[in-house]
């Protein structure tokens, strides 16, 4: 067997005649199966011996990722019991991302038979991504393996090609779930509209529904295999779950697939690291992304950590996994008083303004409801607006003048959104304590969603948690020229909230006199009862 790593096959050839039979007579002898991975030079880099039922390929990161990302080798192994080519020979070759999968049936006497060899198909039509082939014998094994493979790769690089054209990143959307398929569509179309709205390209959404969430995978490997095999056709390497991932299952994942995968909490923090524009924004986002940070770091094998104990248990690894904690936690000190600082000038410029009398309004809601269109639109300002989700980050003020020489302070905030990530909430602590001080919260509500209840309630949750029920809330139904009349009315008598357009002026009138009335009945009476529920 030592001796198989001397020979070579010529490269335009999957196997030699001579190598088969040599393959074949040494599986049958020692009763297990035997494998070669050759690469294109035709030369032996592994021999490898299973049992008589599989075999096991080695770790190959040494080995290079092609244009195509394709390893730049080919599996040949023997089969004992005449069986055909198995689902974890085609997941070997998926996942590994090798040139070619082939299986040699081994006779009673030692030799060789029918020969079955598999390899990606990145235009298939169908979806199967793979084609199998079977030959009688390795006499009628023809095929032309460098032509072949060079093609194979060549189609590859123009998807990849293609997909880099316009865009950054292309991603495939994974969600998974127990519960009902038809609540994690309608959550998949949103995190859609989060890739969008972060300039990436979605290739598709999977939505796999199971009886119980495998806590290390999520899903089975074979629709694990089916995901990686799709983002080879499309020229993908980005996976983003629905779900929010732990740091073992982002590294499991990792390593099983080979491919980027992120969660729909790290997609938020990438938005609004993006988006951010102030010093206060920055460092919001920064301190969030820290957070998540953390305890990612201690993704490490338990030989590196000196908790195990004993002879093998410390060494530099763990010394610079400590020094990573330890500067992580020294850099969110250090942005935890900077916000302490911008808190108390908040604090200081809220003082100013309740001395000065002034009534403060703020503009609360889902994200892309519609916000800042409607604070534009009140004052008469250009606050940047846009249909991305969280278009706004940092919060906008602006004065309202209403008749008899009466104003106030309008603020837009950022908007909501479900399952907000808990980091992102804490750092934006100092921004969402401008609420605290506001004598109306104008709640604005996109009356055309079809998740407009969900949405709602998303919302009425968060201020629930950020104790605001002594504040008055006025629900604006935004977007009513998306909405039928007879639909617009029966939600205005259901929720009591006033319709408007923010993009048409005249629409705002009502709205107008109806904050109008609750301000100044409010100045006049401190004791009124807050409207939120």
């Known amino acids: 067997m030592q001796n198989l790593y001397h020979r070579r096959v010529a490269p335009t050839l999957i196997i030699s005649h001579e190598l088969t039979r040599q393959l074949s007579a040494i599986s049958r002898e020692i009763k297990r199966q035997v494998g070669l991975l050759i690469n294109r030079k035709g030369e032996v880099a592994y021999v490898l011996v299973g049992n008589n039922r599989r075999i096991w390929i080695p770790e190959l990161g040494k080995f290079r990722v092609g244009s195509g990302r394709l390893k730049g080798l080919r599996c040949i192994h023997t089969h004992l019991d005449g069986e055909p080519i198995s689902p974890e020979d085609i997941s070997d070759l998926v996942l590994i991302g090798l040139d070619l999968m082939a299986c040699i049936e081994v006779d009673q006497q030692g030799l060789s038979g029918p020969i079955t060899y598999v390899h990606l198909l990145p235009g298939d039509r169908e979806q199967k991504g793979y084609t199998v082939e079977r030959v009688p014998d390795i006499g009628r094994l023809t095929v032309d393996f460098l032509a072949l493979v060079q093609s194979l790769e060549e189609e590859l690089s123009r998807k990849r090609i293609g997909a880099s054209l316009g865009t950054s990143d292309r991603a495939l959307l994974v969600g998974v779930t127990s519960g009902a398929k038809w609540l994690e569509e309608e959550s998949m179309k949103e995190l859609e509209k989060l890739a969008l709205s972060n300039e990436i390209e979605v290739v598709g959404r999977v939505i796999q529904r199971v009886k119980r969430i495998d806590p290390r995978f999520l899903m089975g490997r074979g629709r694990l295999r089916e995901l990686m095999l799709h983002c080879l056709q499309t020229g993908s390497d980005l996976l983003i779950f629905n779900q929010e991932l732990t740091p073992a299952q982002v590294k499991i994942l990792t390593d099983f697939t080979e491919l980027r995968i992120i969660d729909r909490?790290?997609?938020?923090?990438?938005?609004?690291?993006?988006?951010?524009?102030?010093?206060?924004?920055?460092?919001?986002?920064?301190?969030?992304?820290?957070?998540?940070?953390?305890?990612?770091?201690?993704?490490?094998?338990?030989?590196?950590?000196?908790?195990?104990?004993?002879?093998?248990?410390?060494?530099?690894?763990?010394?610079?996994?400590?020094?990573?904690?330890?500067?992580?936690?020294?850099?969110?000190?250090?942005?935890?008083?900077?916000?302490?600082?911008?808190?108390?000038?908040?604090?200081?410029?809220?003082?100013?303004?309740?001395?000065?009398?002034?009534?403060?309004?703020?503009?609360?809601?889902?994200?892309?409801?519609?916000?800042?269109?409607?604070?534009?639109?009140?004052?008469?300002?250009?606050?940047?607006?846009?249909?991305?989700?969280?278009?706004?980050?940092?919060?906008?003020?602006?004065?309202?003048?209403?008749?008899?020489?009466?104003?106030?302070?309008?603020?837009?905030?950022?908007?909501?959104?479900?399952?907000?990530?808990?980091?992102?909430?804490?750092?934006?602590?100092?921004?969402?304590?401008?609420?605290?001080?506001?004598?109306?919260?104008?709640?604005?509500?996109?009356?055309?969603?079809?998740?407009?209840?969900?949405?709602?309630?998303?919302?009425?949750?968060?201020?629930?948690?950020?104790e605001l029920r002594r504040i008055p809330v006025l629900l604006v139904l935004n977007k009513m020229d998306r909405v039928e009349d007879k639909k617009m009315q029966a939600l205005k008598r259901r929720t009591g909230g006033v319709p408007i357009s923010a993009i048409h002026p005249p629409s705002l009138r009502p709205l107008v006199k109806k904050i109008e009335k609750i301000i100044w009945q409010r100045s006049s009476n401190p004791g009124i009862s807050s409207s939120f529920p």
């Open 265 to 466: 909490s790290q997609l938020i923090l990438d938005i609004f690291a993006r988006r951010a524009v102030t010093r206060e924004g920055k460092i919001q986002v920064e301190l969030a992304q820290l957070k998540y940070l953390v305890p990612r770091l201690a993704t490490k094998n338990t030989a590196m950590s000196r908790l195990t104990g004993g002879i093998g248990g410390r060494g530099p690894g763990e010394t610079k996994l400590e020094i990573n904690r330890r500067r992580v936690y020294t850099r969110i000190a250090r942005l935890n008083r900077e916000l302490a600082n911008i808190s108390r000038q908040r604090q200081g410029r809220r003082q100013l303004r309740n001395r000065r009398g002034l009534p403060v309004i703020s503009i609360v809601g889902y994200t892309n409801a519609g916000k800042s269109t409607l604070l534009n639109a009140l004052t008469g300002s250009d606050v940047g607006t846009g249909a991305r989700l969280f278009e706004t980050l940092d919060p906008s003020s602006r004065r309202l003048r209403f008749p008899r020489d009466r104003e106030v302070i309008i603020t837009d905030t950022v908007g909501f959104i479900r399952d907000l990530p808990r980091s992102l909430m804490e750092a934006f602590a100092a921004t969402l304590e401008e609420l605290n001080d506001a004598d109306l919260l104008l709640h604005v509500v996109d009356a055309s969603s079809n998740r407009m209840e969900e949405e709602t309630k998303t919302v009425e949750d968060i201020l629930r948690t950020l």
